[in-house]
Each structure stands twice: as C-alpha cells, then as structure tokens.
C-alpha cells in the first residue's frame, strides 16, 4: 500500500468517526464573505441595474425592521422587549446580507456561523437534512452569538426547490438554564455551568415545532414560558420575512432577491474600503486593562495596535491576557470581532448597513487561547468583561486616525462608558413563578464627551442604539425587585474634561413580597476605569457595589422614616440604619439570596471626558454644578473654577488665576519623556498585583505573577483558585494563629 | 345641519362650512401671530359664497369645531410656563434621562442610530425644577412610605424659589393608588390657594393619564402643565371673537382621539396632532359612506405624510405611547403613522449603492425646495415634479408661490446627475421613483405589521401633494384603486364637522385571566367589573358637565391583553361590558385570540404562557348628526377640453409623452380622463399616470383606476 493510499484510508476513517461535530474553527474564525458564487454572478447579470436593486433592498430592509417589531412586541424577555435581538436575511451561503435597523449589532457579524455549520454539516446529512419548512436553532455561543443566552432561529426559503436565502432572528433570551438564574451566570466554571447549549439543531418540520424536542428545552430552563414565547415569536417573525422574500420574488423575480443579497454585501465591503483609505496610514497603540474576573480583583491586560494601510485595518490584540479556564470572561473570537464591528457600526459610520460585510476589510490578530480567543474548553457566559474593554481600546484608537480623515460620518469622542451595570435576578416572584432574568437599566451608560459638547447622561448602551431602561412600575408589576431609587445621576461620575462625558446614575435595590429572591451583579471596574478620556480627558471614577444587611428598610420607612437616605453616598457614608451591616465589594456578585428590605446599590459609569479640564468653559461648570452634577470639590480642584457655592457665580479673575497656578504647578511637575519612562518601567509586571498579559514583549505573557510564564503562541490557560477556598484558607490560618496564641494564653 | 368646522395648519387655515344641506370649503393662510384673524377669514370666505353674514351664520350655527395645532407650536417654540416638578423621592432624574432611549424619540432612523451625534431635546423642566418627595407606593397600591407634610412644603417652597408657574405631581404608582398625589395637592393648596392672583397651577398625573409607566406619564403631565395656559389664553380668546360675533354655545375643541369636547373638559395634550387625527376620522366616514371597508388614508402635505387604516373588522389603532414633538407620553391616541415625506424631502446620490436615496432630511418649506428660490439648494421631490412636468412652473399652488424650473434642474445636475453621471430627466425620474416606493414601503409596513393585505384595501389620498403621487405609491402596492375623497383639500376640517363628542378614561390593573403556573381562570369579576363602571362614570361625569342628556351616552369598552409576559399589548374590543361566568371569560380569551392571529400569524398566539388584562378602556360617547356625503354615480361619454399639452416624463416610461393639461372646472361630475394627464386645481395636482384613468365625482372628487 503506498503512502498516498495509506493517507486517504485514514483520512477517510477519520472523517466517518467523528466522535462529534464541535465546533468548527473553519467557520468560527472567518469573518470574510463568501465569494460570489456562479449563481449569483448569473443572477447579477440578469438584474444589475442600481436604482432597481435599491428598490428591492429597500423592501427586504422594511421586512426585516417589520420582522423586528413583531420579536421586540411578541418575545417575553426583557432583552427582547428592549430589542437586545436583531432580525435578518442571510444569502444561500450563509452571510448575513441584510438585517434590522434597530437591535443589538453586535450580532451582524456573529450570526453567519450557524448557518453556515448548517449548511457544511447537515444540509446533505440524510438524518438531517435541510428542506423547505425546517425549523432550525441554535444558543451556544461556541457555534456563533456571543453567549449562551442568546438564541438564533432560522427558517430556508427555497423557490423551486433551490435555497435561495435563510430568514431569522437572534434574541438575547436571559435564563437558559445555567448555574445561576438570568442566563449570564458569572459562577459559571466550565461550559456545563453555562446551561442550554445547542449546537445548531432542527427543532420543526413543516413550519412546526417538534413538541418533544420543544418540551426538551423547556425542561432544560428555569421558564418554560419564556423558552416557548421566546421560540415562538422569532418563529413566526422568520416567518413573516420568508413570506416578504417570496413576495419581493413574485415581483421582481428571483434573481433579483438573489442579486440584491450579493450586490448588498459587496458594495458594503467596497465603501468600507474607500472609507478606510481616507484615514492616514499608520500605527496607533492603546492598552487598556480589565480589572477582574468577576469572582475576584486582579489586571487582565488588553494589549492593541490598530495597523491602518490603504484601505485595511489590522487589529492586533497580541500580547493579551491568557484565557482563564475555570471563569466565563472569554470571548470566543467571533464575539471578539462583532464587537469590534459595533464600535464602527454605531461610533464611526453609523450610517452604514447593518451586515456583516462591514466589518470584511478588518483583520483581526491575536494570540490562540488567550483571553480575547478563547479555545472550547472555557466558559464565555460574561465575555463581555473582556470584549468590552477591548472595544474600548479601539474606540479611543480611532479618533486619532479621524482627526486627520477627510471624511467623518459622526462626532469624534472619547471612550463611552462600557459596563452592564444592573442587577440580575432570581426567585420566586410575587405570583409564585420561578423568574430570573436581567435588568433593562444595563441600557444606560454614560454617552461620551464629543470634540464640540458635553457626552449625553446614562444615554445608550456600547451595542445598541434606542434601548431602553424601562419604566420601574411595569418592572414591580411583574417581579418583586423594589428600586428605592432607580436611576438617579451620581454626582461626579463623569469624565472630567473641556468637555465632560455624560454622568451614569445610581441605584438602590431591594424586594419585597417573595419568598426566595437573589441578585447578581456582573461588571468590573471598581478598581480601575474600563473606559477613558482622550486628548487629556478624565476616564470616569471607579464605583463599588454596596449593600446593607441586616436591615428591612420597609420597617424603617414605616417607623423611623427619618433614617430614610435617598442617595449611596448618604447610606454608605452616613450609615444611617443601627445594626445594620455596611459593606462594599467590586460588582462581580454571583447569586446572593437576599432578606426583603435589604439594600443591594450600584452606579452606571459616566463616558470619558474630551480635552482638558481647565480649559472647560467655566459657565459649564457652574451649570453642572447648579444641577447638582458635580461637587463643590470638583469645581474647584479639578476644573479650578471659583464660585458663589450658593447662586454658582463665576468669580471669573479668581477662576483665570487659579487656572493659571495649575498650568504653572503642571510645569513644574513636567519632566522629558525619557526621564520619565526611566522612572516608570520596570522589567516585569509587580508581584503585589496579579497580572495577566504581556509586560514589554507581547511574546511572553505573565500569568498572574512575575515568575509565571508562558510564551504567547503556547498559551497555557489560567485557572483561577475558588474565591471561598481562599478565604477558608485565610480564616483556617487567622484560626489557628488564634488557636496557637490561645493554647499558649492557656 | 349648521355647522362650522375648521382645521388650522403651519400654511393655511381651512374652513368647512355645513349649513342647511349645503357644504362650502374655503381657506385662508393661517396667522400665527393670532390665530383668530385667519381662522375668522376663513370663516369669511365660506359665508360670503353662502351670502350670508358671518353674524348671521355664527348665531345660528349648533357647533364651532375647532382643530388647533396651538399646543405644536407652544413646544416647538419653548415659550411655556417654568414648571416644577415634584416627585418620588428617588426618581428625580426619571425625566432628564428619558427611558435613555429618548434621544431618539420623535427622530429619524439615521438620527436615532447615530449616537455620537445625539443630543437629547432642551429639556421642558429643568433638572433644578425637579424635587422629590419622601413618599413610597407599590406596585399593589399599598404606602409603603407615607407623605410628610412638612418635607411636601419644603419641597414646594424649593420649586416657589426657583420661579415656578406650574406644579406637576408624579408619584410612582399614583395610578394604582393616587392618595399621595391628591394629598400633595391638598398641601400645596393650603399654601397656594386658587383664588389668589398669583394661584399656580397644579397637574396631578393621575388625572391625565390611566396607565403605569411613571416616565411617560410624567411627561403626559408636564406637557399638559406646559401647554395649559398658552392654550387656554388662545382658545379663551378666540372664543371671546366667536361671541363678539354673535356665536353663544361653547366651542368645541378637536382631540386627537378622534372625539371633540368643550374647552372646560379638555386637556391640553389632547388637542395635538387633531388635525391629522380629524382626517381619519373623515376616512371612517367615507368608508361607511361610499361602502368602502378598508381604507388606506395617506395625507401628504409639504413635509408630512400620515398613514391611517380604516379597517371593515373595526378595529381601533391606539398609539398608547405617542411621541409628541420629541416626549414620549401615555396618552393615548388615535393612531396615525407619520413619515418623513412630502414635497420638500431631499434627494441625495448615494455613493454606497451607486442609486439616488430621497429623505428623510427635508428642505421643509423655508428654505423649501431649490426651485422655490428661497435659499434651498438642495433637490427635492418637489424639484423633481417639476423637471417631470408634473407641476405647471407659472401656475404653481395656483400662482401663491413663483417657482423656477432652472434653479430646480441646476440641483439636480449638481447633486444628483455631476457624482452620479445620469442625465437629468433620468435623476428627476429616480426621484420620483425612489419616493413613489418609500411611500409604498411605510404604507406596506403599516398595513401588513397589522396583519393586513394591503391588496385588499382602496387608498384615499388627500393633504396637498398627495395626487400627484398616489398612482406611483399605490401602483408599487399592487394597489389599483385610489379615492381622491370629496373636499379633500379640507378633508381634516371636513372630519372635524363629523367627530362625536367622546371621552376616553383607562387604568392600568393586573388580571389574569388564565395563570398559567397555577392553571386557574378567573372566577373572581368583582375588580373586572367595578374597574368598568368607574371609568364609565368618568366618562359619564365628562359628558353630562357639556350639558349631554345622560341616556345619549355610549359605551365601548376596551382591553389592552398580552400573553405571558410579551410586550405586545393588543387592544380588544369587548363584547362585555360585565363579566358574569366562565363562559364570559372565554368569550374574551377568543377575542383576543382572533385580535392576536389576525395581527401576528395564526398559531402565534401563546395561551399557554398564561393570558391578563393590563389595562381597561372605557369610551364614552355622544354621537352627533353626520355630513351627508355621497358617491357619484354619474357616467357620461362627454369628454373634457384640455387646456393644453405638456411633455411629461414617467419612471416606467422611456421617452417624454405629450400630456393633456386640465382644469378641474373643466371635468364635470362623470367625466372620464384617461392617462397620462394632468388635472389643475388652485390647490392640487392630479397626476394621472400612464395606464391610470380618472373618473371625476362629486365636490372635486374623484377615482383613479388602473387599467
């Protein structure tokens, strides 16, 4: 038997015992459209004038915002009432060509890969198939999305027996059935604490649910409603768009749908590329650093280089922290990279379509298994702790290439503020059904400082545009989550600067009602800022999560309502309920069981500011100032503003001279950049705080302390010790010190 | 019938005049400086044709309709009252944040996806005008933190300080249990009694809107609170004019879900957007007069363009979060959708897909199109129209405005034909095109989101620009009747003269029907029906101070249903208005099945996720005498004279055609005008298009059919 015969037996054997069909790297790391096959170019010869096309394009955009409303108004998950989901069309290859104006955007560039594993692995699978009234669907972010909680449903549309398109939707559900309620569980320490985990599967036939199969996952999570209403609606919304599709066929004939999908794509990667070449060629470099894991502190470095070159853009994530085998901060690289493509989407070029060929002219560099590629092994429920710092790193990137760009879409700005900061819930609600899902109030992040204006307050999340935080008496209506103060803007957390980022709000959670309620928290940043100012702009402040325990606040509002406190700084500061017990923590809060009345608080962050402080215009200041913005402290030690502290009268000759003792204290403090960097660097990262990334050569990467490495093309993973192992050993250790100096005292 | 009805709008104030069997439209530029100049030369014009006086027909006339677009004005302009504020402690900033959605609220699509460029609206309360109040209502209704006297006049003394001309009281769950607010009231009013001067105005929210949602209906209150005196000085002193000329019942004021009512029962926020609301009130009309039961009403004027539907099953459309200038409210409102379209809608080369894109930005009328040759450079559909040879460049708005077909090509060579590389008839035709089809996607989308085939309904087209388009939008529609309907220059003020006078009370309240956790139905009615016959009485209470004969009043009630948890609120019209058994239950439950499959695809409907009653609606009503409107008839081989040709261009035509030119006059009642052709009015243009014929009506009009 010769060499070659011998390769092509075992390749064949291979290829017929395959244990299981995982993940497909193939798919999962291509983000490039499928070059135009022979059926489109045919298709383009047949309809290839633009005013057409852009007739029939505008009848696929209307069914897919159609397509859309009925999701947002027929979902039951809070996400989807906010329109965290998008809905689309995806060519016959599996490139999502057009989708909703609205939604969550992130997902243009994260929903090509289940169909396209549908199309590789069961359209010619006999046991599977794909045929005119299949039901498919998918939730494992493994195989697309950007978690588990996310759930996609795509319908084929065939003419004539030829696949012609797929429609669907994507819908950010909340509980799936993992470790912890609400579908985002930041305990989670492998996959299988991340609950539901389809690979793409058919779940209908002939425009039906299978029951059993729906029964399945119904059993898997803790709603069964939400899972059925959550199936139905994008069911029946790919439903509407197949309909609209054979209509838009019916008129114009089926090449030109065919036609319209391509030319759609292609002429998007084409004006991408003549955008990127008005940027000035160059290197720009950002470092930014996550400041936990969720489960506890410690600096995950993010390490970027964006590389612009005619009409490319390299984005060289290098160098980055590993990923952390036993916590769900890892993105797989495919979330990585839709969240990239937000930042242009929504940052950039907002006025571009909504398909994944936007993001075509990217690449995006980094190093396997590290904290922003993580392999299969990792859990990835909160990637988002990773990957939205990462689009920070680019968004305070770009506006330096802008600057000089002879086209701009939009206003330059600073870094928007990037957490999730809002409470996750579970238990038992007031009705006696078992609920857990997520807040709307993550919505708010603080918009950033623009170059000619303030940034707006708690405005809009990185990832979405039109979302919502909701109103407080639809959410006490249906679960029993009290906020004492829902969203009130935090004096001072802004992004100090000429321009000031917009403030984020603070909130004061309790319940009331239930038996069994818990909350959960999952942002970071309560060390160390996650977004930035530029151009000398102040990132915004850190804030903690707080709680009291060990009070009822509903016995307090009825008889000593005059410990009532209405702000954090006024409970946490003041401390007004006796025996009550104060504490704060980062906001990485795994599910914590609560006692009605007890107080669970958190702030939004504010966008980064623009510019610097003193050279805000002093009547900003006192406005801010007025309407309880920022502090006395802050007018006068950060923006060095003096003032009438009751009417904010600007005493503008104090104001110019206090100004200019800072410019002059500033140089005095100055010193050459070399003198500087000779004081700053050190050769290894310190050993008190545990760090992860490269320190000054990307090839090496630390592994939370200077003695522990590994090189960066052969990455090994992080586990992380338990948190609680920990501070057993530390209170078995204080235990037995005790227990030593006591025996000796005895 | 006597009855004058009249419509005020940016440009004109129309005029519809019923009396004794005959119906006079006239108009009038509107005078904003005061409204009652134009609305009394509108009045003028129709009484002269009648040959009467306006004394003798103001004193004889049973009701003066009014449609005001005051309260517009009043938020576009900023010039109401410092109001202050007070609410829960704890949610001052609910309003400055707006849902943080709101943004976008009342913007285009590009402008709501552009967030680096977003800027929230100046605000209408000032975040130093706002100040809470330590008090705590839950989502039962239950205090669970009661009012402080003391800490409420401290609060008020603060806002007092601060200049402020109106109090708005928005408690959380006042809607539940409005005591707070009441109480609230009752303190300020011990301090600022109302028979003083300097007596401020106090809104409670509770009063103004029904539904829970505390940011949207503070925003109802605040606009009510910011609207109030502007609007009862305009109509207090318009009223004075009326009677000064020999008018003696009240006024009746438009609203804008679709009812009228006397100033003394009619909240400010009501009267917004009546007018549009009145047009489709006047399309029900047609429908049920000319027999028509599913009707498409679009009224495109110079910078607007509303979608309405009329539906053969009845049922209401309810915007229940209205977005008024760029506030989100909770008032409901008759539900109108409007686009972003009409005559002064730009159009642009877009470079990305090599095609010519037309709106949203709008040149509005100032600087209005570039051949209006009032600073506007940019080209418009207007523009267009004119380069196709639609509009009559000597004879434009029936000679009102000069305009300049040069200066109209020259923007269409420079922004549309130079990056493009079209000629200008081609640029002109994609213009038309590309408007012809957006129109026909706003309307396809209003129509089918609804669950309906727009194929099965016939389309009115009235407001000044929309019969030189209707046959392109609802030709793309696969749509091939169109009804250009009688009056349809006033066709709003026509449908004010028909409103009855209607109140509309609701409450939000949480009522499962079916739970589907614990597998039970509703046995217990007693919330259904005593919620019922509260907001009757409400109702009733409305009417009755108008003066109304009890036994006159009508009931309808409503329910907002949802599924589970959706979103999705469909309003269903009940058959009950008193749950007595199961049976009763299950009578709804099908209700809303039907309502829900109609709108999302049978099968989608999710009872086992559990069904509620989120809100109950009572509409109260008197219904007044009708218009008496009816389809011609009339057929006659006669053929009308053109007045002359002119070469005109179509989308789906190659070459220029040779295109007869009408005056209205010229085409008698019966007349068929076959296409392509033009029909002059002073007011309009009918475009009748290649394969389209026109077949003229009774008062101006008319069919167009495709063949």
């Known amino acids: 038997m010769g060499g070659d015969q011998e390769k092509s037996i075992i390749e064949k054997f291979l290829e017929e015992n395959v244990l299981f069909l995982g993940p497909d790297q193939e798919i999962m790391e291509d983000h490039s459209v499928v070059p135009t096959t022979p059926r489109e170019t045919e298709a383009l010869g047949q309809f290839a004038d633009p005013d057409q096309i852009n007739l029939v394009r505008h009848k696929l955009q209307t069914a897919c915002n159609e397509s859309f409303d009925m999701v947002e108004q027929m979902g039951a998950a809070p996400g989807a009432k906010w329109g965290d989901l998008i809905s689309g069309v995806w060519t016959a290859n599996g490139d999502l060509a057009l989708a909703s104006m609205g939604g969550v955007l992130i997902f243009s560039v994260l929903t090509q890969h289940p169909v396209k594993f549908i199309l590789k692995y069961w359209k010619d699978d006999p046991t599977v198939g794909l045929k005119d009234g299949d039901i498919f669907m998918h939730n494992d972010a493994r195989y697309g999305n950007i978690h588990n909680t996310d759930q996609s449903l795509v319908l084929p549309v065939f003419h004539n027996g030829e696949l012609i398109c797929f429609t669907g939707a994507i819908v950010h559900e909340g509980e799936n059935g993992a470790i912890e309620p609400g579908g985002m569980p930041s305990a989670a320490e492998s996959p299988f604490d991340e609950g539901l985990k389809m690979s793409p599967i058919k779940v209908g036939e002939n425009y039906a649910f299978k029951r059993d199969i729906m029964t399945f996952l119904q059993n898997s999570v803790r709603e069964p409603k939400l899972q059925l209403e959550g199936m139905k609606s994008k069911f029946f919304a790919a439903m509407r768009m197949k309909a609209r599709v054979e209509e838009a066929i019916a008129e114009y004939g089926v090449a030109a749908v065919i036609a319209t999908l391509r030319k759609t794509l292609t002429d998007t990667e084409a004006e991408v590329r003549r955008r990127l070449t008005c940027w000035p060629d160059g290197k720009i470099r950002t470092n930014v650093f996550a400041d936990g894991t969720l489960r506890e502190n410690c600096l995950i470095r993010i390490r970027c280089e964006l590389h612009k070159k005619g009409d490319e853009l390299i984005i060289d994530f290098r160098g980055s922290s590993p990923e952390f085998l036993n916590r769900p901060n890892n993105p797989v690289l495919a979330s990585l990279k839709g969240m990239l493509a937000q930042e242009f989407l929504s940052f950039v070029w907002p006025d571009l379509p909504r398909n994944q060929a936007v993001f075509a002219p990217m690449t995006v560099l980094t190093d396997r298994r590290s904290a922003l590629h993580s392999s299969a092994d990792a859990p990835n429920a909160q990637s988002m702790m990773t990957f939205f710092p990462s689009f920070t790193a680019v968004q305070i990137a770009v506006p330096k290439y802008l600057y000089s760009s002879s086209h701009r879409a939009t206003d330059i700005i600073a870094g928007w503020y990037n957490m999730i900061v809002t409470f996750i819930y579970g238990g038992v609600n007031q009705y006696g059904e078992l609920v857990g899902n997520v807040c709307a109030d993550l919505n708010g992040m603080g918009g950033a400082a623009r170059w000619n204006r303030d940034g707006e307050h708690s405005m809009a999340p990185i990832f979405a545009p039109m979302a919502d935080i909701g109103e407080q008496e639809l959410i006490e209506e249906e679960v029993p989550l009290i906020k004492i103060v829902p969203h009130r803007l935090m004096q001072d957390a802004e992004g100090f600067g000429k321009f000031r980022g917009g403030h984020g709000y603070q909130q004061i959670a309790t319940m009331k009602d239930t038996s069994m309620w818990g909350f959960m928290c999952c942002s970071i940043g309560s060390k160390f800022p996650t977004t930035y100012g530029i151009f000398g702009g102040y990132a915004p402040g850190t804030l903690p999560l707080c709680k009291v325990k060990g009070v009822n606040v509903f016995e307090i509002m009825k008889d000593k309502r005059e410990l009532m406190r209405f702000t954090i700084p006024q409970i946490m500061n003041e401390r007004p309920f006796p025996g009550a017990k104060y504490s704060t923590h980062h906001m990485g809060l795994q599910l914590e069981f609560a006692k009605p009345g007890e107080l669970y608080m958190i702030t939004q962050g504010g966008g980064g500011g623009y510019g610097d402080v003193l050279e805000r215009d002093p009547e900003l200041v006192s406005k801010d100032y007025l309407d309880g913005l920022i502090s006395i402290l802050s007018v006068n030690n950060i923006y060095r503003v003096l003032m009438d502290e009751k009417t904010g009268a600007v005493d503008y000759t104090a104001t110019t001279a206090a100004r200019l003792a800072e410019r002059e204290l500033r140089k005095a403090r100055g010193k050459p950049y070399h003198e500087f960097v000779k004081e700053w660097e050190t050769e290894a990262p310190p050993a008190a705080v545990p760090f992860y990334g490269s320190w000054k050569d990307r090839s090496l990467i630390y592994r939370g302390s200077p003695d522990d490495t590994c090189p960066a093309d052969a990455i090994v993973p992080i586990m992380m010790p338990n948190p609680k192992d920990l501070r057993i050993a530390q209170l078995e250790a204080e235990l037995d010190a005790m227990r030593g100096a006591g025996g000796a005292r005895a | ?707």
Not at chain 2, 306 to 334: C, E, H, Q
Not at chain 2, 370 to 399: F, I, M, Q, S
Not at chain 2, 466 to 486: D, F, Q, S
């Open chain 2, 1 to 707: 019938m006597r009855r004058v009805s009249v419509d005020i709008g940016g440009t004109f104030t129309d005029c519809f005049l019923a009396f004794d069997g005959q119906y006079v439209e006239t108009k009038a530029l509107t005078t904003h400086h005061n409204l009652a100049s134009g609305f009394m030369e509108a009045l003028q014009n129709a009484c002269l044709e009648l040959g009467r006086t306006v004394q003798e027909v103001l004193g004889s006339v049973d009701a003066v309709r009014y449609g005001t677009t005051l309260g517009t004005n009043a938020l576009i302009q900023r010039n109401g009252p410092l109001v202050g504020l007070l609410t829960t402690a704890g949610f001052e900033s609910s309003v400055p944040l707006m849902r943080a959605r709101g943004y976008g609220d009342g913007l285009s699509d590009a402008e709501q996806t552009d967030l680096p460029g977003a800027d929230r609206p100046i605000p209408l309360v000032k975040m130093s005008m706002i100040v809470g109040i330590q008090e705590r209502v839950d989502y039962k209704g239950t205090a669970v933190l009661t009012v402080d006297e003391e800490d409420v006049r401290t609060q008020v003394r603060k806002l007092v300080d601060g200049g402020a001309q109106a109090f708005v009281v928005s408690l959380v769950n006042a809607v539940v249990n409005p005591a707070h607010e009441r109480e609230v009231e009752r303190i300020i009013l011990s301090e600022y009694p109302t028979h003083v001067l300097g007596a401020i105005p106090i809104v409670l929210s509770h009063r103004v809107a029904g539904r829970k949602a505390e940011y949207s209906r503070t925003m109802s209150a605040v606009l009510d609170a910011y609207l109030h005196d502007q609007m009862y000085h305009g109509m207090s002193s318009l009223e004075i004019v009326l009677r000064q000329n020999g008018y003696k019942r009240p006024m009746l004021l438009v609203h804008n879900t679709s009812g009228m009512a006397q100033l003394n029962s009619t909240h400010a926020l009501q009267t917004i957007h009546s007018g549009p609301v009145a047009g489709l009130e006047a399309s029900n009309y047609i429908s049920a007069q000319f027999k028509l039961p599913n009707i498409i009403a679009t009224d495109m004027g110079g910078t607007s363009f509303d979608i309405g539907l009329v539906t053969a099953d009845g049922v209401k459309f309810y915007d229940f979060n209205p977005v008024i200038d760029r506030w989100l409210v909770s008032s409901p409102m008759t539900y109108l959708h409007p686009l972003g379209a009409g005559g002064g809608s730009i159009a642009r080369y877009d470079r990305l897909w090599d095609a010519v894109e037309v709106g949203p930005d709008s040149a509005g009328s100032d600087p209005g199109p570039a051949c209006y040759g009032r600073g506007g450079k940019l080209p418009t559909t207007t523009d267009a129209n004119l380069v196709l040879g639609y509009l009559d460049e000597h004879n434009y708005a029936g000679g009102t405005i000069s305009v300049s077909k040069r200066r109209a090509e020259r923007a269409i060579e420079e922004h549309i034909c130079k990056p493009s590389g079209m000629t200008l008839i081609e640029a002109a035709k994609a213009i038309k095109r590309k408007v012809d089809a957006n129109m026909a996607s706003a309307i396809f989308k209003e129509v089918a989101v609804k669950g309906y085939n727009p194929k099965h309904f016939v389309i009115l087209s009235y407001g000044g620009g929309g019969p030189i388009h209707a046959c392109g939008y609802a030709g793309r529609l696969g749509i091939h009747k169109v009804l250009i309907p009688p009056f349809s220059s006033v066709f709003s003020a026509l449908g004010a003269g028909n409103m009855d006078a209607l109140h509309i009370h609701e409450k939000s309240l949480y009522l499962m029907l079916y739970d589907a956790t614990k597998r039970t139905m509703l046995e217990d009615f007693v919330v259904f029906n005593a919620t019922v016959a509260e907001l009757e009485s409400r109702g009733r209470e409305d009417l009755v101070r108008q003066g109304v004969d009890t036994a006159a009043i009508k009931t309808r009630v409503e329910l907002d249903m949802r599924y589970g948890n959706q979103l999705a609120q469909i309003s269903v019209t009940s058959p009950l208005a008193r749950l007595q058994s199961m049976q009763d239950v299950i009578t709804l439950l099908d209700r809303f099945s039907v309502n829900y499959a109609q709108r999302f695809g049978e099968g989608s409907q999710a009872p086992e996720a559990g069904v509620r009653i989120n809100v109950i609606r009572v509409v109260s009503y008197v219904e007044h005498e009708r218009l008496n409107l009816v389809q011609s008839t009339a057929s006659t081989p006669a053929q009308a004279v053109p007045t002359s040709h002119r070469e005109c261009w179509f989308p789906d035509v190659q070459d220029g055609q040779m295109t007869a030119v009408y005056d209205y006059r010229a085409v008698s009642e019966g007349m068929t005008v076959v296409g392509p052709a033009l029909i002059e009015t002073p007011r309009t243009t009918y475009l009748i298009e290649p394969g389209w014929k026109l077949t003229m009506g009774l008062n101006s009009s008319a069919w167009l059919v495709k063949e």
